[in-house]
């Protein structure tokens, strides 16, 4: 097996098309093997070079509710009362510690997430 790190954007390109060989590759066999090493090597190219942004809060929240088919009174146990829900979702009220607890607890939306930005307004 010849694996070497990737360095460059040519090293990435190859190691991509590398892997698009090898994707029928089984289990436990040492093609399977360099599958698994590549993947992960190019997992910490990307990491690294192309990161991903967390999602805005409002952003986040939106996507959760329409994932699951909720409503604004499903999330007044979380948020507040209707009116508070609908202020946060219309970007007039930042979340509070204790609605990002809940948020995170209750619809699994990650914390990271939903502190991103609001801590952010909060400073402007």
Same mark, same amino acid.
């Given at each position: ?5 990737i ?11 590398e ?5 029928? $590759? $089984? &289990? ?24 991903l ?13 329409e994932?699951?088919g909720l409503?604004v ?8 009362? &209707?009116?508070?829900?609908y202020?946060?979702?219309?970007r ?5 510690l ?12 990650? $914390?990271? &997430? ?11």
């Amino acid at each position: 097996m010849n694996i070497k790190p990737i360095k460059t954007d040519t090293d990435y390109r190859e190691a991509l098309k590398e892997v698009e060989s090898l994707m029928t $590759a $089984a &289990s436990n066999t040492p093609e399977g093997e360099k599958l698994d090493v590549l993947v992960t090597l190019i997992e910490a190219y990307e990491r690294k070079h192309f990161p991903l942004d967390l999602p805005d809060p409002v952003e986040a929240i939106k996507f959760e509710m329409e994932q699951k088919g909720l409503t604004v009174k499903d999330l007044e146990p979380m948020i507040g009362k &209707s009116n508070r829900v609908y202020e946060v979702l219309n970007r007039k009220r930042t979340l509070t510690l204790r609605m990002i607890q809940k948020l995170h607890h209750e619809l699994g939306i990650p $914390a990271e &997430s939903l502190i991103n930005q609001s801590v952010e307004t909060r400073l402007v």
